[in-house]
């Protein structure tokens, strides 16, 4: 893993060969897609969920968005607290609304996850986000709004670090491929070549072999269960669900995907890729218990549908940028995922 240091440095070098946009952004605009990340663009950080009241931790936060060469604008509420969420959620809403209504505002970046954003759902002004197309950038809790806005703004957002995330050269890569220069890449988990990398974590393993296209959909399974019954979930029909967990026993695993099969998510999707289950181990010694593998297989394998595990998507140090409603191809048995349109314009 990079330290923050070299990280900063990272993206400061990258940032700072990045070109304009190119003629043929106008065009993509018009079917509403946000705009693409140029450097000196300003924007906004916003804490939808858990709280940071550390001042101390938000400039950090800024110095990693001023590296990418972008200008951090902080919401009007960033630090307050409400119990363990940033603050009450009718704070917490107004500042989404608010960087979305903000012309001066290119993207919006979740400086953390934790739980909450489900809570502000019904707050949200969805016809002033679909009016003003932007990406908003995050992941774990941020599941909620990506869904959200995937339902009801009809944009395509990125599920991706947040902005107080670690940023490794991997993560800064992909994101700025995506987010900056309107790239449609192929990803597949780099081979690990030294020693100190924990291998597991670089190693996809094929659950049922095929491809699948299908528009890009998922996020923190936690998160996506708990949404289930409520409006705030897109179609999935036709989808490539990706999902991800962190701090999970394999039994909860089962219990959520049961969850969507019950649902009927799992019924309609084209594809699975289950990415990073982070410290998804029992509490105990459990002999006869099930891994999170097995859990996936028993669930997975009689869909008859491409599906693979151990994609760079979660709570690691390094991840994938996944655009979430645009267009995918995967290829189980390769362990990729290629991005099948730019997300923006």
């Not at 190119?22 to 993509?28: C, K, L, V």
């Not at 996850?113 to 986000?129: M, Q, S, T």
């Not at 693979?308 to 995918?328: C, D």
């Amino acid at each position: 893993m990079l330290d923050r240091r070299t990280a900063l440095q990272g993206i400061a070098a990258g940032a700072a060969m990045l070109a304009l946009p190119s003629s043929t952004a106008a065009a993509r605009a018009a079917a509403g897609k946000p705009p693409r990340l140029r450097p000196g663009d300003t924007v906004g950080l916003i804490e939808p969920a858990g709280f940071t009241d550390d001042a101390f931790d938000l400039a950090l936060v800024e110095e990693t968005v001023r590296a990418m060469g972008l200008v951090p604008k902080p919401a009007p509420h960033l630090l307050q607290r409400y119990g363990y969420l940033a603050g009450r959620d009718e704070a917490r809403a107004a500042d989404v609304n608010a960087m979305y209504a903000d012309d001066d505002v290119r993207a919006v970046f979740a400086v953390r996850g934790g739980w909450g954003c489900a809570r502000i759902l019904p707050l949200l002004d969805y016809k002033r986000i679909a009016a003003h197309p932007k990406l908003l950038i995050g992941f774990s809790d941020i599941t909620a709004l990506h869904l959200a806005f995937a339902a009801h703004a009809g944009f395509a957002t990125v599920h991706g670090p947040n902005a107080a995330s670690s940023w490794g050269e991997l993560s800064w890569n992909a994101f700025r491929q995506l987010a900056f220069e309107g790239g449609t890449p192929t990803y597949r988990n780099p081979v690990a070549t030294d020693d100190r990398l924990v291998q597991a974590r670089w190693r996809t393993w094929t659950i049922r072999p095929g491809r699948a296209r299908g528009r890009l959909l998922g996020g923190n399974l936690t998160v996506l269960a708990a949404l289930m019954g409520t409006p705030y979930l897109p179609d999935f029909k036709g989808a490539i669900l990706f999902l991800e967990d962190t701090d999970e026993a394999p039994y909860r695993i089962d219990r959520m995907l049961t969850q969507l099969a019950l649902g009927g998510v799992l019924g309609q999707v084209a594809g699975v890729v289950f990415g990073q289950c982070t410290d998804c181990r029992a509490s105990a010694p459990s002999y006869g218990g099930f891994t999170v593998t097995e859990v996936l297989k028993q669930h997975l394998e009689p869909l008859g549908i491409p599906a693979f595990q151990g994609a760079l998507i979660g709570h690691v140090a390094n991840q994938f940028s996944l655009p979430v409603g645009i267009p995918a191809e995967i290829d189980a048995e390769a362990g990729t995922i290629r991005i099948m349109d730019p997300a923006v314009a």
